[in-house]
């Protein structure tokens, strides 16, 4: 009877045409894909300074797994703490302008971290409605009230804010959101929550390495200070070419999540390696202006290039360039003429997208060049 249920519903997944397939790459991360053989370029990762595949992070995690092994050997409470952590964490702190950083293995484990270290039942999370799954996740395991607003609605989350009766509140975000690009309204919110006491979580995951002076992420962009009650979360699998995430904050509160975050805890610290390939990451990332800038170019291109078409391009300042068609059928048409023609953009539909709303999410990275651009730009002007 259960193994009968989950049959039927992978069937009926199938059926809907919402069964999601994976394809498996016979190829490094890069613009340069290949799948079963055949060559395609790859418009999906988030690779976007193109570090994931890059020799000086090669080097220095081979040199990292030479010198301090490939495991860590346990949580960074018990033994796992080695001095590479130790070393990217005082690099982050100083990188972000935070007192202090944490490292969490994942993204997503350290929003499941934060969020519960932080706020529990009697408290509330007024979080953006766009906000990526992980941070919706994180809310329901805290317990607190859920208070979602409109996406970017300063108005709104006043309005909740000035009602709310809860004993400690939390303001919760992206920085630049996953499926739109688009940046949150930092300063307004770093306002509310001065205004209302409450304590702001940023998840910077596609700004860090991208936006502001050297890359500092979202919070430079923004020229904001590192307030106290700023908690800034950066993650390792985007830009910075890796695996893993921060936490960046004031001392106090860095230190509290150490002792409270159970999903830095209980999990087994990152592999050295790793965080040896993260120092490298963090010298290509500070001196990265030229990736940026070549990235910028490639938006740009791609902008003008689809300017006038008839699907619209979301106002995205970032290196998310989603191109909205609306109906499933016809984006997944699209996605699959594009897929023909060995250019592979991922089609996104609802429920990850409101209904109405399905797009082709376009990622650009440094490592992109013009004529690749150009392709993409010239199969899709003919296909709308
Ligand atoms: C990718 C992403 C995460 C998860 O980070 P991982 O390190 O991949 O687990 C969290 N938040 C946002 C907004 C993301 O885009």
């Known amino acids: 009877m259960i193994w009968e249920e989950l049959q039927s519903e992978v069937d009926a997944l199938r059926a809907a045409g919402l069964k999601r397939e994976r394809r498996t790459l016979d190829f490094p991360c890069g613009p340069q894909a290949r799948v079963d053989g055949r060559p395609l370029i790859s418009f999906c990762s988030n690779d976007y300074l193109g570090l994931a595949n890059d020799p000086a992070l090669i080097d220095a995690a081979s040199a990292g797994a030479r010198t301090w092994g490939v495991g860590s050997g346990a949580s960074h409470l018990v033994s796992g703490h080695l001095t590479p952590h130790a070393a990217l964490e005082q690099k982050l702190a100083d990188f972000t302008g935070f007192a202090r950083a944490l490292l969490f293995s994942t993204g997503y484990m350290a929003n499941l971290g934060i969020v519960p270290a932080l706020v529990g039942r009697k408290d509330a999370v007024f979080a953006d409605r766009l906000n990526h799954a992980s941070l919706i996740d994180a809310v329901q395991l ?111 509160v860095i230190d509290w999540l150490e002792q409270r975050a159970r999903t830095y805890i209980f999990t087994t610290a990152a592999s050295p390696a790793i965080a040896c390939a993260l120092l490298a990451s963090l010298e290509l990332i500070a001196s990265g202006d030229a990736r940026r800038s070549r990235l910028w170019q490639l938006i ?76 993409l730009v010239d199969a899709l002007r003919e296909l709308a």
């Open 142 to 252: 805290s317990r607190a009230d859920s208070q979602r607003y409109a996406h970017g609605d300063l108005a709104a989350l006043e309005r909740l804010l000035a009602a709310s009766p809860a004993r400690r509140k939390l303001i919760l975000s992206d920085a630049v959101f996953s499926m739109d690009g688009d940046l949150a309204p930092l300063p307004g919110l770093l306002e509310l929550a001065e205004r209302f006491d409450a304590w702001l979580v940023i998840d910077d995951a596609h700004g860090f390495g991208v936006l502001g002076a050297q890359g500092r992420g979202s919070i430079a962009h923004f020229q904001l200070p590192a307030a106290r009650r700023l908690l800034y979360m950066g993650t390792f699998g985007k830009a910075a070419g890796a695996a893993g995430a921060f936490v960046a904050g004031d001392t106090t």
């Open 300 to 375: 740009a291109q791609l902008r003008d290039g689809l300017a006038g078409t008839r699907w619209r391009l979301l106002p995205s300042p970032t290196a998310i360039q989603p191109v909205l068609i609306g109906d499933n059928h016809e984006t997944l048409r699209v996605a699959g003429a594009l897929y023909e023609r060995g250019l592979w953009v991922p089609a996104i539909r609802p429920p990850t997208v409101a209904a109405g709303t399905a797009r082709l999410r376009v990622s650009l990275t440094a490592s992109h060049s013009d004529e690749q651009v150009a392709l």
